[in-house]
């Protein structure tokens, strides 16, 4: 005679098929998450040889800032306005002021922009104690005037009024303390129309809307 089965042997066999089908369902759960998509980023596996060998090729810490640093320099240093008489906010000689010779201090010009077709000069004394005074002004300088010497002035170049009225190089002769003097020099798109004699505001007004670069020296002058 068969014997029917208890009804606690069904249960507890019904829920341990529950338990295993529900540990299979959360395999499986993760085993999907687990997986990689095709959009998933995976890391390349670097031997010992080839991160050597890219510690290798790497610049010395600074060189690319160093370069980058140069790089700028070399770009802002190109249009310029120097002198061999002296240095960037250093002392003028006496024989290129008032109480020397008078005569204008000998000036180097380099890096002249592309596209100039003429420069202008400018030297005045914001110093000077009624406000700025102007010792020279000029323009219509050739573009490819790479120097002005001594007591000279460019040919072709045109000379305007300075704070004397006059239509020449005036040197320092600050009253009393120590000025400075800046040498400013335009590199303009244009010849300018201006009559000579015309004074320093003339001038940046016929500038206005031509300058393509623009440098400056300054020199240093005091009477002790």
Known sequence: ?????????????????????????????????????????????????????????????????????SMYNETMSEFSITSSAFAHNANIPPEYTADGRNVNPPLAISGVPEGTVSLALVMDDPDAPRGTWDHWIMWNIPPNTAEIAADSVPAGAIQGANGWGRSDYGGP????????????????????????GANKAALERAMEGHIIAQTTLTGLYSRG
């Open 173 to 196: 002769s600050p009253p009393s303390g120590t000025h400075r003097y800046f040498f400013k020099l335009y590199a303009l798109d244009a010849a300018l129309d201006l009559k000579p």
């Open 1 to 69: 005679m068969h014997r029917a089965e208890p009804d606690s042997e069904k249960c507890g066999r019904a829920t341990l098929w529950i338990v295993l089908a529900g540990i299979v369902v959360i395999i499986v759960i993760i085993a999907l998450i687990s997986r990689p998509t095709k959009d998933t980023y995976i890391p390349p596996q670097v031997t010992p040889e080839e991160e050597v060998t890219a510690e290798k090729a790497a610049p010395p810490p600074g060189e690319i800032t160093a370069q980058t640093d």
